[in-house]
């Protein structure tokens, strides 16, 4: 498939890079002070995209990444999709205003749909990324955990999913919540779902990439792109290769 993007992700809590087990904030791994060393680093590989989440702000509200997102603009050139804490249209236009290429909304995507429709109509469609984190139930439903994952939506992702693509919407991230910062491998089953459920999206991949051939593969299966943490972090493969995949 042509024009599949590799996002680095770099995760920010208290200024440091981190990784949360399962988006729990009690098992948190830190990777470094220097974010923006780590970003550099990752520009200097080839990335072209970087994934920015605002962890403080995803459990409060309040995007606090301007700063850095400016410094990003200004010193590596990458494109930036970010995310963390959106919860109203002015919060989007100040996080496209410091420089970021998308805007990740989540919890509010699946609590306001409405609203978020709004601003993909507003903003238009490659300006907004929609994150649908999911979890699937003993039923086999696929459900979207809100609020740092502690509450569990009414709605599921089958109809979320469809609904947005209805509303012109381009740029879905679904993460798996099992298998996020586990290392287990991504879940090909969700991105086949998703695919043949929704096929004009353009669905990234998320949660538990541990090899080459996880990348490889969710290419394979039509995913546009693929989100990598904890893998680069610890350094199970380089990010240059990664790209080459």
Known sequence: MSGFTVYPAIDIRDGRVVRLAQGDYARETRYGDDPLA????????????????DLDAA?????????LLARI????????????????????ARILEAGAARVVV?????????AVTGWIAR????RITVALDTRQDADGVWRLPVHGWTETAEVTLDTLAVHYAQAGLR?????????????????????AHLRALAPALQVQASGGVRALDDIAAARAQGCAGIVLGRALLEG???????LAC
């Open 106 to 114: 989540g919890s509010l995507a699946v609590r306001d749909a409405d």
């Open 59 to 67: 459990r409060a509200g309040g995007f606090t990444l301007a700063p």
């Open 171 to 191: 740029h879905l991230l679904s993460t798996d919540i099992a298998r996020d910062g586990m290392l287990s491998g991504p879940n090909s089953a969700l991105y």
């Open 73 to 92: 603009r200004q010193t590596t050139g990458l494109q930036v999709q970010t995310g963390g804490g959106v919860r109203s249209a002015d919060d989007v």
């Open 236 to 242: 199970r493969f380089a990010l240059r290769n990664a």
């Open 38 to 53: 780590q970003i550099q680093a990752y520009a200097d590989a080839g990335a072209t995209w970087l994934h920015l989440v």
């Open 123 to 126: 903003f238009g469609a490659e």
